[in-house]
């Protein structure tokens, strides 16, 4: 008995046509759009989950499109990531140190200030999605901004899920389909959403490497994690994505500061958002990073209002931390 033929994910996006490709793009898209907004960064089988519930779900919509007829479900709009849940107070979310931490957040969330874009696709007669031009603009953001040719909408993907082609408006009602033609279709569904499925790996490399808004990390466990710039920063993200190591996370961040800007860390800073930690989390972080050789450039310094700073020793020497400390916490009129 002959072995089954194994599909390579390469094959099973052949056999999707541009299409769909773009549709499954577009999913993959708003699902790692909608995670963000919840400061959450979905890896490779988070998403592999959520994109399969999504296609179940648009394939109920689907079927539920062609009894009635080809009308559009209520509710239905071009497919974009989640600007967000209710609005959260920002004292809360940005904490008083979040330019140290490196973040830029809204007034209602931790998020970059700035417009979030619908994050689509382009496509070219005769291509797939287009990946950044050379000579293109240096922000990946920026980039991430321009418009697409053909925004993908639910319409046109509950359409084609179900074999009919997406109508602007119906003039009149359109009886549905015979009870055979929509068992057909139903079929049809189904192996579409399986062959999406199937796409799911090949689908989300070109999603990274030729949408310049889609970006990844790696977290404390060495796993990789995706997120869009224009709904996080690539800081946020690097500190979201190190949590899982709450010493470690706390060493890079000290050292990035003395290092890039230089200045010296309030302690406090780590227990508010992005970091969250607790008080005993922070005191088991200062215990490693003293009994750890790798962190012994770890030191602090002490203001004169009692303010606990931390510095690294591999970029900041005492007595420069120790000034930087006193005008952060007395101010410049008290150091003209």
Sequence with gaps: MSEPEVITPAQALQGLGQEMQHQGLAVLAELIGQCNTQEELPNKETLRGL????LENLLEEALAFQEDGGAVPTGAAPLKHSAGEAEKQAGEQAGPFAAVAGTAPKANGPMQEQETPDITLTTHEGEGPSAPLPGEAASRTEAGKKSAK??????ELLANLVGRPAKAEAKAPVAPPAPAVQEANAAAGKAAVAALLAAFDALLDILVT?????ATCTTAEGITVYYIRTEMSDVYAGILAGKGNPPALLANVVRE??????????????????????????QECLQKLAATPEWADIRFVESAVGTVYLYSTQYLD???AEFLAERADTGLIMNP
């Design 210 to 214: 030729t949408n310049p808004a889609i």
């Design 257 to 282: 500061n003395s290092q890039v800007y230089p200045r010296p860390v309030p302690l406090d800073l780590f227990e508010y958002p992005p970091f969250d930690f607790t008080p005993e989390v922070v």
């Design 51 to 54: 994109f399969a519930r999504r």
């Design 318 to 320: 005492h007595d420069h």
């Design 150 to 155: 053909a925004q993908i909408s639910r319409r």
